[in-house]
């Protein structure tokens, strides 16, 4: 029984469409994570949410809202796709609160925007 | 700006033998370390983690050392097995459970 789920695991889109990916976690954690893994294999952090509150916004563009309908879901919704939004999405949950919480990752959507 | 670094993309270590993967970092407020381990078309999973008080932590095959004053850690992993074969990435926070990444070192363990 997988622990972070992430649906799809992968999306081919045109540039301008939306699109919406999914997340789920059933390890009864308070605090998911939304990162992006670029070109470059650089894991950045994008959003973190508590207990269905945002927590994290790392200067993303608005294009970019995640949506947490209760805590167990983190669903990231992006707008007019462009294509540097290719790349690889993870989600992650933790116990959260503070540091030193380990964080427990999604098996990634690969996005390609065309 | 790159807080986290891996300055070797990629290591090639015979089985049996010592890995060693190395991390270097920037801000002087990270007290936390952990390090992921990631297979191919799966998320990274964790391995490993230390903090700022302690300059050793171990765990079966794998031993994380920090050295704070050189804002360095290093992952030793003895013996070398092929399953270990992947992507290892760095990851630090400081006051908050926010993690910065390495970029990862690709370790390769052949027979």
């Known amino acids: 029984d997988t622990a972070v789920s992430q649906t799809p695991k992968y999306l081919v889109t045109q540039m301008g469409n939306d699109k919406s990916i999914k997340c789920e976690q059933n390890?009864?954690?308070?605090?998911m994570y939304w990162y992006k893994q670029d070109s470059k294999k650089f894991l950045k952090i994008m959003f973190s949410?508590?207990?269905?509150?945002?927590?994290i916004n790392e200067t993303v563009p608005n294009r970019f809202s995640p949506k947490s309908p209760d805590k167990a879901h983190l669903n990231l919704h992006i707008n007019s796709l462009e294509l540097g939004d290719s790349a690889v999405y993870f989600c992650?949950?933790?116990?959260?609160?503070?540091?030193?919480?380990?964080?427990?990752f999604g098996a990634g959507t690969r996005l390609s925007v065309l | 700006d790159q807080q986290v670094k891996q300055n070797s993309p990629s290591l090639s270590v015979q089985e049996g033998r010592i890995s060693i993967l190395n991390c270097d970092y920037t801000?002087?407020?990270?007290?936390?370390f952990l390090w992921y381990k990631k297979y191919p078309a799966e998320g990274p999973t964790f391995l490993i983690s230390?903090?700022?008080?302690?300059d050793k932590n171990e765990d079966g095959r794998f031993t994380v050392f920090l050295n704070k004053s050189a804002k360095h850690l290093s992952l030793h992993i003895v013996p070398s097995q092929p399953g270990d074969s992947a992507v290892y990435f760095c990851a630090a926070s400081g006051s908050t459970d926010k993690l910065i990444f390495g970029t990862g070192t690709r370790l390769q363990v052949f027979p």
């Open positions: 801000n002087s407020m990270f007290d936390y």
């Open positions: 992650a949950s933790s116990r959260g609160g503070s540091r030193g919480n380990i964080q427990y």
């Open positions: 390890l009864g954690h308070d605090t």
């Open positions: 230390i903090s700022s008080i302690k």
């Open positions: 949410y508590n207990n269905k509150e945002l927590i």
